[in-house]
């Protein structure tokens, strides 16, 4: 059969089992069964739509061409006959629940902060979407520490100075932006929204503020870029795949289509666990499981994120840095710096600019929050010539909330701040218009904060407008399970205890 | 129609909509139908008495003569007849269990400290007035480091000097004061207590300490000086108008009435965001409210600190202070000075003092604590002279709970310390004798702490009293926002959750 | 009539008011009319017994010959006749409940440490003798920071020495003592127990501990004297009277009977503000006060401590040592120092001693506590002489709760540490077997934590034992009335707040 | 009658008092009654199987030839006739709840981390053993610090080298280990589980780890070495006896069945006291109890910790360390070294190592922790001689939950890092195979905290990969006896409560 035959129902359901397994993906029948043991989510997920059109459950996590680029071509049966219906997923008590809640959702107007989006989406995103946006690594520490530190610096604002105007907008990489803030990359937008990235897209062009657009987002790249006004800057998000040449090939179509910069992120030889996200894979498959007799493979059942990033490249190195300035032009930026001897590699290997960045707290826990490594990193960068260096930006991204944030971590010397998960809830709860309101959010806490502080324009900034000085020293965040298990001593006890 | 003319009810009925919109204030008929859309608080509150009498709506959040000066002659259009009635406000659920919780309120004598009265306003004002009086910026962490940062401070008390007689009198700009305390600028006193500010000036005079009048009183200024004592010490706090000439004849108007001190406000070019007095908008008017669509305005609906600070100027800066000095001999204070940079300045200036504070955290959020800033700002001025400077005092205001604070300040080098909500609360919880048993309660708790500390005069006090080396050493308050909505961990789970 | 008239019932039943109130206590019949205004608890509480037997509302809190000596001879009246009966006491709910807590109290071996004593005495004393007992002033920041501060020194351990036979005996100015521990003083013993302070007499008399007497004590000095055995080592802690030759009396008579150290406080010239103790207060009068009118007298309504303290000497001063040292060849030790140079001052006049002490946290509130002031103080004395220096001594009180603790102290350079509470919740639980207990547990704490610091001697301790690097890092402890009226910031509403 | 009489019933039952008492174990009958007043354990609860089959309660607390050796040959009656059974223990209503608990319990592949081990083993381990392996001493302030002082502790990680490969295997006293984690001792392994410590040499044998073998394992030394795999590497830890013959037996015996390493305990002259565990005492024996009258003993009732423990020689001392050596050619290693002055005496005397400990917090609570040491102890050694030096290892022991933890102790200079309950409550809940989940993930946080530090080899690790600046600046946890039995103040309070 080629790829334009008519495939019937019938015949499909002969190809519902492990021995030959086909699915429907947009349409199209795919023959899957020889890489049934392949798929990172495990083949049993695959098995429940054997036979079956399974688009609503592909579509959120995969990007749209995924399916079709990787299967050989002999594997593209043909075109599911229109009767073919998707597998009926049937709305369950939580869906009901949470038709209920969004119906129920705050006005966009009683949003007055970030949190609140952040609320807003816990409440009303399916269960398994909040464990993949919210979940970080291990014991969860570096997340929280992200949003900690900002809270051990404060300001020192100056009086009587002129304010009545004030300018917050700035440029990034070359690229104007009207926010000091860039939209970092966050994966599996559809997770979301059905809308994904494209509702960060179109409202970054609206409001002037530049996107990131993740290697692992829902929306293809095309899409994206297609939803972006002429001229919108855009930035790109490399995984940098075991095959160089997708990944050149990924580059350089990407620069051709006007992206400006290339952040390619180097904190992820290899995805963090995120027991949360774990946690949820036995909530949705495990109900009938019982304990395993033998050796448990620790490799299976790690959640989403393990699932979808297994062609990411672990030898990325130093050396490859060369190769990535010949294939293309765009500025080139390393996401993921924590140690000031990497900043000063970065700078000696002629990349734009680094990241400071612990993948919001999703890949080392413990790690130390950008903002941290921004004081020493910084001083580090001025022993090696004059800053702030034209040619050379640090970005910080992790924890932020605030407008007031950002200024922090421009006193102390970041060129822009990335903000991910903000914009992530933001979209999640109320879709574009959500992200809009976000911006304009950010806008007026920028003109409150910048007019407090005794400034006009951003270069004003400096460290003599912020006390850095209990920055380093951080007390961990709640070690929540530890906590849970250890018991706490009691006193003696009365006899009575009723009394 | 001219200002005698007398208008029927009838007549009124006819102006009731947003095409013609009459209002009557303290009897008075005017026509606002060109205002509405100018309204700081919104037209559709206005609009709510079209047509009708506003007086109990309109009192408590402006001064009495606001309406009648600034609104052109020809939009006053006559006198309503006497039998127009104000809109009947219907008793709510709230205000009955108000009213039970007013009559079952602590008797005054077990009112042990000024936490006590916070508490009791806490439970008796109305939601709107509690609400404003208490709300901060932001993510309120600056109010609550304002009181953390007198925690920091520890006493080293003295032995065996004999305090038989002590005496915690002092002079603040020249003035008398029975206490080292002077009481704050607040704004809206009527929110709190039908007699506003009065309450405070009754209780300065009877116990001689001295009340800073604040330049958005709910009482009008010449109100509040015919209540205060022959000779009794005023001072001023001034937020400067864009129009100069409205706030040069405010200024010698004070000056002339006898005002001794002109304290202006620098930390407020624009007033900041105050999230629980924001909601409290919603809670208010937006019950049938619908997600908006489209760009919100986020100008709108932001509580009753904005609507009524517009017209405080932006621009003000280090330029005008001579023109200040021009136009009044009272001493002048700065108030709001954060950095030792503009401490310095301020000396330079000729003014003739500063005011350490945030804002009581109502402006910059995480602006440092006004008692942290002390430390440095003394030891810069040190460096520009003898110390203590008889020509220039430091006073300190935000987060004063106990006279023990106030010598904690005044060992670190204050002249005095201004108290703002404590006696707010006072009033609002018990009128004038509130405010009576707030200055006898802080006698009690000088006299204890002098003799404790072994002084008998608040000269004695020096940093030898205390030990401030934690002082820098803080940590920010609970981000209430972000922890309620991080979700922790779980330990794996049970199969039977019952057991 | 003389003091040996028997007074009948009827008689004393027209002296039952104000004109003219007589009373009886321990059978004895006095005329109080002209004291009734003077009694530092206020002249209502006496008036509930105006012609009636006051003996047990009189006994726990005066010493027994108070009245007697106090008195003039003339209102001396007479005896009463055997038929005049006590004012019944109803068994209150409370006291119902507190005998059945007292039944089912813990047995004595589950006691395993000193707090389990004070969580019995907690919810089985009267809640006018908790309140009393535990109440410290203002905030009650000190005494949690006093117990705080020995959490901030840890131990380094020192491993194979041969610690078969460990000893924990030492010497308290110049009395052998079983434990580096002391009794130290505190007030009214028989609220707690009817034996008041014996029970401490007894315990102590029979472990080889020494106990200092207290001023305050419920039962007379003699009573205890009496209660000890021959040549039990006793101190006595003195609160000098304005009269001086009462207090040069009293000191004495104590050399005489044989003590043997004299602890003159002198961090008390006026007893603290107790809150704890004052709320209670009102629980017991106020049930039908109204909000005074006028000014209400702050002085009043201040709970016991202030009751019973009004002959306290304001006036006393350095100047007063050497007269001390004239009257009495006890050594004498100066209690509650904080300041360094404190230290230095009486070291060199010439006393033999200090307790570095915050007065349990009852005096100024947010004074240092002992222990931190210690590594400061030993500092000090160190730049005045060879140090340990035989004949002056330095201890501390306050937050002890484990001979871990007392090592601790030490180990820093005290003497011997004075426990008050520890021991008065002991008696107060168990009688004279909780003080005889709580000396075993410390007994066998001291025993394992010499041997598992790996000393044999106390001489052995010394700085090199602890890590005291965070000593000075203090964090206050948690400001409970600002937090309990603090409202957090809340996040956007849902519409449908059910869901 | 001679040890292989046949006893019946009967005669047993003649012997079945305080008088004459016999119980049989393991089938043989023994005559207590010399001994009853010596059992640590108390008499009581020998006494109720006096003439009974006392197996089931003497098997996991007891090794199994404890009986057997000590008591005298003439005290081994004989054989008990087969018909006498065990004491029935009746299913008590939390023995029943266990079982559901423990057939609900969370299958394993649901184990994500350690921490799911130690909630499995609270929620279904018995009472008695919980409080016995999770007690610590005093106030159980080390124990929880031990945890927390790893995440003071954060990463500096290094971006861009290769790491598809990384190597966790290590060499532990020259034997090979997999991980650079052994086994650490924790006795009594048969409470937690039927199989006691053989789950973990069956698990540490396939994995290819080391097993340190407790003195008091509840498991016998053969048994455990019998269930080891050829050649699998095995340490052994001792208390040493206070009669030496006992211990050089007992440690040739180990040598020769091929252990390759002596951790000497030397933190534990005597047991500390774990209240948790003294406290479950009570619990069990204790419900009809009284008040005791008179003295009560402290010693007695303290818990399994001191019963079993009686026979450890409180004298042990550097003296003795040449005579180890002298007995021995294992490698010798310290264990429970907290001072930089004991780890230069170590050295100088020749062993082989020292772990840094302060043995789980079950000795002298308040020990600063192990890893915190492990700084100062490093730069001590730095002192005298070349680091790292192959002839010195350095453990480190105590709060260990994460492989992240481990490669912190590793970058600050450890060789490797015990753990104990870690894997004793993985076995307790899940057997062997809990063992080998806890092992395998470990090894996927090795992976994992290895490519994410940027390395491939352990060896690669030093102090530049860590901030460990806050090390020192340790808080205490929470004091929970403390905070228990505190009353927090209360603000004034309504008169009508309900309001």
Chains 1, 2, 3, 4 share one sequence.
Not at 218 to 238: G, H, N, R, Y
């Amino acid at each position: 059969m080629g790829a334009m035959s008519l495939i019937p129902e019938q015949l499909l359901a002969q190809h519902a089992s492990r021995e030959s397994c086909w699915i429907v993906v947009h349409k199209k029948v795919y023959d899957i069964t020889d890489f049934l043991d392949e798929h990172p989510g495990g083949s049993k997920i695959i098995l429940r739509y054997a036979g079956k059109d399974a688009t609503a459950a592909y579509e959120p996590i995969h990007p749209p061409d995924m399916i079709s680029s990787n299967l050989p071509p002999e594997k593209h049966i043909g075109i599911a006959e229109p009767s073919v219906s998707a597998v009926a997923t049937l709305q369950t008590e939580e869906q009901k629940k949470r038709e209920l809640l969004l119906a129920s959702r705050p006005p966009l107007d009683e949003i007055l902060n970030l949190h609140d989006f952040e609320a807003v989406a816990r409440a009303t995103l399916p269960d398994k979407a909040w464990a993949y946006y919210s979940s970080a690594s291990d014991d969860e520490i570096a997340i929280r520490e992200n949003r900690a530190a900002y809270q051990r610096v404060w300001f020192l604002p100056r009086i009587l100075r002129d304010v009545t105007s004030v300018d917050w907008s700035t440029t990034i990489l070359g690229q104007r932006s009207s926010l000091p803030v860039y939209i970092s990359a966050t994966a599996l937008g559809k997770l979301g929204h059905p809308d994904g990235e494209l509702n960060l897209t179109r409202a970054a062009g609206k409001h002037g503020i530049i996107q990131m657009i993740p290697t692992l987002a829902s929306c293809s790249f095309d899409e994206i870029v297609d939803a972006a006004q002429p001229k919108q800057p855009l930035f790109l998000q490399l995984y940098v795949n075991r095959d160089r040449e997708v990944t050149k090939k990924y580059v350089q179509h990407a620069e051709r289509r006007g992206v400006s910069g290339l952040f390619i992120t180097v904190d992820a030889p290899q995805l963090g666990r995120r027991e949360k996200d774990m946690r949820m894979k036995f909530v949705d498959d495990g109900a009938g499981a019982k304990v395993q007799e033998g050796q448990s493979d620790v490799k299976k059942d790690q959640g989403i994120a393990r699932a979808i990033s297994s062609f990411i490249d672990p030898s990325l190195a130093w050396e490859d840095i060369p190769w990535f300035r010949s294939i293309t032009k765009m500025p080139i930026v390393l996401k993921g710096v924590a140690s000031p001897h990497d900043a000063i590699l970065a700078l000696e290997a002629g990349v734009q600019g680094i990241v400071l960045s612990n993948h919001g707290g999703r890949q080392l826990d413990n790690a130390r929050s950008g903002l941290e490594n921004l004081v020493d990193i910084v001083a580090a960068l001025k022993t090696r010539g004059p800053w702030p260096n034209p040619n050379f930006s640090v970005f910080v991204d992790g924890g932020v909330r605030r407008a007031s944030d950002v200024l922090k971590a421009l006193a102390l010397g970041a060129s822009a701040v990335g903000i991910g998960r903000g914009f992530l809830y933001a979209f999640s709860s109320y879709g574009q218009e959500g992200v809009e309101k976000a911006i304009e959010i950010l806008r007026d806490e920028f003109e409150m904060g910048m007019r407090l502080l005794g400034i006009t324009s951003l270069k004003e900034l400096g460290p003599e407008f912020v006390d850095a000085s209990a920055l380093h020293a951080k007390q961990a965040p709640q070690d929540n399970l530890y906590s849970a298990t250890y018991q706490p001593l009691r006193l003696a006890q009365f006899r009575d205890s009723k009394l």
